[in-house]
């Protein structure tokens, strides 16, 4: 990674010329800020950069993302399945069109779960046999498919059980406390449970009912969550209709994610690979998903005691605990080592070849994946086609730009899983950050009201200033900038009395669920997800599909490309920036509100964990970035800095980022190894895992221990700070 600065005058000025008669035409608010500075970029750098990105922003097409978005939706095409591997060679051949270059694609062998045959139904007191399948609509033929799958779930055990059926509310520790207070045991029963609202991820659920001895566990959407009382249901609206059923993976993939049989390293063809049976990823129970539905008649023949009212859904009828139902339960999956295939693709940096700014989204869906993943991959597809046309026109990032197609992300996280540990050592040097995108638009635009749908990015804290920055310069659909529809929307969702603070638009608490998680839980990578969200009630159904996004979803598809726009501008900042844009005060700031929110919600007391040490590190910390900040961010802004200067501090601002990895992980989850960020088991954010965890458990000799982790790692990274500063005002 050597500088070239001879090279990045003569690219400058080339780019000066080409970007000329773009600007002009540029119908973005880009162009209203092309004399304001950028952080990370000397005055000429951000001249450069805000004309690039005028021609930018004029380039996606919601036309084009709306073909894309029905190329991809035509078939079901879950991981393994023949139609998502043929979109792995369409996608690549399409990247090959764009100009993207080093167009590759990565083989990994799998230990697979798909469904073979599969059956539920009630022999007492009644008899009723679950379709297990949703209805077709006329006025969406894609319904009508005979390849949409039945009701699934990705890794259940294959078995046949006949049990009395158990409610257990939403099927998480606290439930089955209340039910053994109530006398009920669920050992060797069946239990039912609902899908949560807010979100808890159906694995935990699994995972809760194995540990409680239940041979087989249901999980059903009550319209409560997703349904009717939300609002209107598909065709007519965004919610969910009474056959729609969410399917699934419940992998244990918060304990190690990707490949059940190689924790920890890449299933290449030919990897050592161990026993199913030794795999702590894989569930031990039965599973099924069913639809509210072909759930109603279980619980509505149960005639046991009536459950508390925080336990009633939105079904017209009385919730119980137990009671007579019997119900009898075939699952057959066939699990079996399949292929899966990462697609990746690079434009060359033209100055930093060996700095890479990684992009990517999942290709792999339930069944059609209009949100999921689609709604990503018809963004992300109008973002590889105007960068690369930018290419052909000799416009190249200073830094190598890397996309990437995830495989079987629906599973356990898997193709960015295996792909990041077969490229742990490159990437933990090399990677600036990861820009992820899932579900670009889950939300119906059709029923968000004036402001319009929610942009809801997360991102670690260091990089929340520039994404926030970058937002000024993007229009969102309803014509105002995207930072202010952000600001607006932020105001109607949390009923705020005014607009938020810059520094709390960004959700800074990152939790699992997604492709990022190899790159900062496992390899100390800083990353960033965007997404807009809003009214959703299809997801992992059949009815997530084309009509549902083209119709309810996005009807303009100026979603799609607003999307493109953001992650367009986050990922040409990173790769074109002077100085790498971490903001390690808000970093530390950041730090300081997670630990305030632990001690509070814990009522820690000192004599248990004392915190005052840790808290004047992050105050260290905190003054070491902003004296940085302070002194890099001036000499820039004087244009008067060599190239080799900072390389140098980028060098060391990389090096952060990595020394919040602790190489043995944290305590009993030994892949997750950031010390500020993991998740919990039901997927949600978790701050400072390992102190948190053990002070939660009330282990409070682990928590010191951990407590002292975190003051080392704050303080390796104050010294390095302070280093780099004075490295930078040393006289040339
Ligand atoms: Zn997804």
């Known amino acids: 990674m050597k500088t070239r600065p001879e090279f990045r005058s003569c690219f400058v000025s080339v780019l000066v010329l080409l970007l000329i008669p773009f600007a002009v ?248 690979r161990i026993a199913p049976e030794e795999a702590r990823s894989l569930p031990k129970i039965l599973a099924l ?95 590889t086609r105007s960068l690369g046309e930018m290419k052909q026109k000799g416009v190249r990032p200073r830094r190598t730009i890397i996309v990437c197609s995830w495989d079987g992300e629906e599973y356990a996280l898997t193709g960015s899983t295996e792909w990041g540990e077969q490229f742990a050592e490159d990437l933990k040097k090399q990677l600036v950050a990861y820009v992820n995108v899932d579900s670009s638009v889950s939300g119906a635009a059709t029923t968000a009201g004036p402001e319009g749908l929610s942009f ?43 607009p938020p603070a810059d520094s709390a638009l960004v959700e800074t608490r990152i939790g699992s669920g997604s492709d990022h998680t190899v790159f900062l839980n496992h390899l100390g990578r800083p990353v960033i997800n965007l997404g807009f969200t809003g009214n959703y009630g299809v997801y992992h159904s059949a009815y997530d599909d084309h009509f549902w996004m083209s119709r309810i979803g996005d009807p303009t598809f100026e979603y799609h490309t607003a999307l493109t726009k953001i992650w367009g501008l986050t990922a040409l900042r990173l790769a074109n920036a002077d100085i790498l844009p971490f903001d390690f005060a808000a970093n530390a700031a950041a730090l300081r509100e997670f630990l305030g929110e632990l001690e509070r919600r814990e009522k820690l007391a000192p004599e248990q964990v004392p915190l005052k040490k840790l808290y004047e590190r992050i105050a260290g910390f905190e003054a070491a970035g902003k004296q940085l900040r302070e002194a890099t961010m001036r000499d820039l802004a004087s244009g008067n800095v060599s190239q080799e200067k900072i390389q140098h501090l980028n060098e060391q601002l990389l090096q952060v980022e990595s020394n919040w990895l602790d190489p043995a992980g944290i305590p009993g989850r030994p892949w997750f190894q950031h010390l500020l960020y993991s998740s919990r088991y039901t997927y949600a954010h978790l701050e400072f895992p390992g102190l948190t965890e053990a002070v939660e458990s009330a282990n409070w000799n682990l928590a010191a221990e951990q407590a002292n982790l975190l003051e080392t790692a704050l303080e390796k990274n104050t010294e390095l700070l302070r280093s780099a500063k004075s490295a930078w005002e040393k006289k040339e």
Do not use: C
Request: aromatic residues 10%.
């Open 289 to 383: 998903p069913l639809s509210w539905r072909d759930a109603k008649p279980l619980l509505e023949n149960m005639n046991g005691p009536e459950v508390p009212k925080e336990w009633r859904g939105a079904l017209p009828i009385t919730y119980r605990f137990t009671g007579t139902v019997k119900v009898h339960m075939n699952v057959d999956m066939d699990t079996s080592v399949k292929p899966y295939t990462v697609v990746e693709a690079r434009i060359r940096g033209g100055e930093l070849p060996e700095e890479w700014v990684l992009i990517g989204n999942h290709r792999d869906a339930w069944v059609y994946g209009g949100v999921d993943p689609v709604s990503g991959t018809a963004s992300m597809l109008e973002l």
């Open 456 to 498: 809801k990015p997360t991102a670690v804290a260091s990089l929340a200033p520039m994404l926030v920055e970058a937002s000024k310069d993007v229009r969102a659909p309803s014509g105002k900038s995207l930072y202010e529809a952000w600001r607006a929307t932020s105001v109607r969702d949390k009923k705020l009395a005014g």
């Open 25 to 272: 035409s540029a119908q973005s608010p880009a162009k209203d800020s092309q004399g304001s500075s950028i952080l990370g970029f000397s005055p000429a750098s951000a001249l450069t950069e805000h004309k690039l990105e005028a021609t930018f922003e004029a380039l996606p097409s919601p036309e084009k993302a709306r073909e894309w978005h029905r190329l991809f939706t035509k078939e079901p095409h879950p991981a393994a399945s023949e139609e998502n591997n043929r979109l792995a060679e369409f996608l690549a051949q399409e990247w090959r069109n764009q100009g993207w270059e080093d167009v590759t694609l990565r083989r990994y062998d799998v230990l697979h779960s798909s469904p073979g045959s599969v059956s539920l139904e009630m022999v007492a007191p009644v008899h009723f046999k679950a379709s297990l399948r949703e209805d077709p609509y006329g006025i969406d033929a894609d319904t009508k498919n005979p390849a949409i799958s039945g009701a699934y779930f990705g890794y259940s055990t294959s078995g046949d059980v006949t049990a009395e059926l158990v409610y257990a509310h939403s099927g998480n520790p606290e439930d089955y406390e209340l039910l053994r207070k109530n006398g009920i045991s669920v050992k060797g029963k069946i239990v039912i449970v609902r899908y949560s609202n807010p979100y808890s991820y159906r694995g935990f659920k699994a995972l809760t009912a194995e540990r409680e001895g239940a041979a087989g566990l249901l999980i059903y959407s009550d319209p409560a969550e997703d349904g009717y009382t939300r609002g209107k249901v598909f065709p007519d609206g965004p919610w969910g209709p009474e056959s729609h059923i969410q399917r699934g993976a419940i992998t244990y993939d918060y304990i190690v994610p990707g490949d059940p049989t190689t924790p920890g390293w890449a299933s290449v063809p030919g990897a050592n």
